[in-house]
């Protein structure tokens, strides 16, 4: 492939705009580099694209239209593009939406915009005071650095005014300088930690892949607090030290103001930040910066991902098995599986780094693809907390209520002593279970071997592995008493008007994705949480992740049972991973914690291993058992989900495809649903979802979009391809 185009040459550009083709432009006046940014006519608009490569010459070259400018950007690199063909490859995504996830930042193609800079002026102020000392003190102890206005107010401790007094009389400068400057430069030896010898094993484990270079992933396993962080910032450093950048991916809850402060106090600045919170002008000045060298360091959410890198070295997927790494809108992709593929592309080495590993990397560290470096101890003062189940056959508890007596003892004696609870039901709104209260029997599905789960707005049952719905029975099915049939359970909302009438004196605040209208409201309401505005605090699996609660001191598992025999593939292991993080919340700071959980099967073989920490047994059976049924990772799986404003037109169109599965046949994939899917209204469409399950070996993914093919989506339906999805509920 040509690696430079003179003018007039035929190039392909390919465009953001939803074309399923590479248009062909001519090159401009002066030529392009292939993987230039450049802006072409497209119809009467102008349009951001890329340049692919050669053009396909299929058009008449005379009515072949210019590229109209190349923009000041680096071109996108050849690693890059092969990521971003690959990964639509995989995920069955067309290429103009894979380069819309590329180049999301504003004024791309905009000159660099400028803003005023001060720096020491030279000339002596008719008059010293205090604060005018200050403002050229730490002028002269930067040297030659310039500040904006109002960097330079703060860091002296003075009002802009008196900045502004001083530029008056020349003692200080005032000069225009590009918006977009580059991030400070990381010292890699600044602030390390002396580390125990556990960590420092593990931390030369990690630098001993960066120093051999070339593609290699590792599973950093240790539980909450054995200092996984403290040890990948090791492998940051060494890669900061081979002039390489790196990426550190946190689930975009845990991107909080305390995670940059221990990266400033390690390498002594600020690195750069990538997430839904950060300003538009902000995001196109990393994505410059990334894409000029001049970040070397990025913090973000899955999408930093896509930022132009030109040198990565090392990718770090911090709680490598939060289901926040898989985004379940627009492009379907799990970023974890795209952090890997776009470092073995680029030959950069990637940590996953984890207290409970999904059963995907586990399996990949058994087998060898992985490395696995463990770190046994919790560093320090804090201890894991003392882990207790209460037997709730042996518990007197009303119906209608689900704390139990020895709970309450539990949590009575933390607000004695001003300390937090925290209460876990991993279940928001709705009743998981319809029950016969007359003869105690569950609703289960005809066709399978599940429970039905009720769902309000389809005022419907439904079996969440087949997708079979019905309305809910005036009488029971097993013993046919007549109205008797109740939602049985409680979300987490139900619970906290249960803990206000345990305890009207407390502060009880409940902590639910769906109660917060922004993950910035949730963040901010976290931190207060944490300062100690709350007594008790009610909470599904989002407080599972990695907040810091000081004040907490005891954590109670409303149902540990809730899902060790639900019908998702994935519930054991979510089960394990929620109940050892919620533990490892309890007692983090130098009070000791202790976390209990309610079950009625204290020997399940779950409850055994998160309180004996035979997490490998656990691991084994959990694999042995998705094995023995051929689903990931020993089997292949994907998702469909259809949607539209009309729910009959929706499941019409779901039907149609349930019905002509002949490609899906031929590899021999089977079809489940159509079914609502997990998230199934949003923004007033519904939605709804057909699973596939094929074979480890298979070419899903061409039989998928030859089965897809063969749908029309006619007005406002549309259709999505979710490969190895996550949620089932
Ligand atoms: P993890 O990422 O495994 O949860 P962290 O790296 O966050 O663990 O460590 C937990 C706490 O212990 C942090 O506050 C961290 O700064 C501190 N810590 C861990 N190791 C050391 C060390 N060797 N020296 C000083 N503090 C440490
Ligand atoms: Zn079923």
Redesign the pocket.
Known sequence: MKSYFDEGDLVGVLTAQPLDRVLDYRAPEGGCHLGAYVEVPLGPRKVLGVVWGEGRGDWDYAKVRSVIRVLDAAPMRDEMRSFLEKMGAYTLTPMSAMLRLATRAPGLGDPPSMRKVYRLGGVEPDRMTSAREQVLGVLRDYGGLSFTLTELAELAGVTTGVVKGLVKQGAVSEEDAPRDLPFPRLDPDYGG????ED?SAAASRLRAGVDAGGYGTVLLK??????????YLEAVAEALRHGQQALVLLPEIALSGEFLT?VEARFGAKPAEWHSGVTMTERRRVWRMVGQGDAQLVVGARSALFLPYQNLGLIVVDEEHDTSYKQEEGVFYNARDMAVLRASLCGARVVL?S?TPCLETWANAESGKYERVE?ISR??ESVLPEMRTIDMRREDVPAGEWISPALRRAVDKRMEAGEQSLLFLNRRGYAPVTICRACGHQIGCDQCDAKMVEHRFLKRLMCHQCGETKPIPETCPSCAAEGKLAPVGPGVERLAEEAARHWPDARVVVLSSDLFGSARALKERIEEIAKGDADIIIGTQLVAK?HNFPLLTLVGVIDADLGLQGSDLRAAERTFQLMRQVAGRAGRAERPGEAVMQTYQPEHPVIRAILGGDEEAFWRAEAAGREAAGVPPYGRMAGIILSGPDVQEVFDLGNFLARNTAPLARVGAQVYGPAPAPIARVRGRHRVRLLVKAGKGVALQSALSQWVSQAKLKGQLRLAVDIDPQSFF
């Open positions: 930690k002396d580390l125990t960590q240790g539980v909450t607090g054995s200092g996984k962080t403290e040890v221990r780094a207290a770190l560093f320090g990695g």
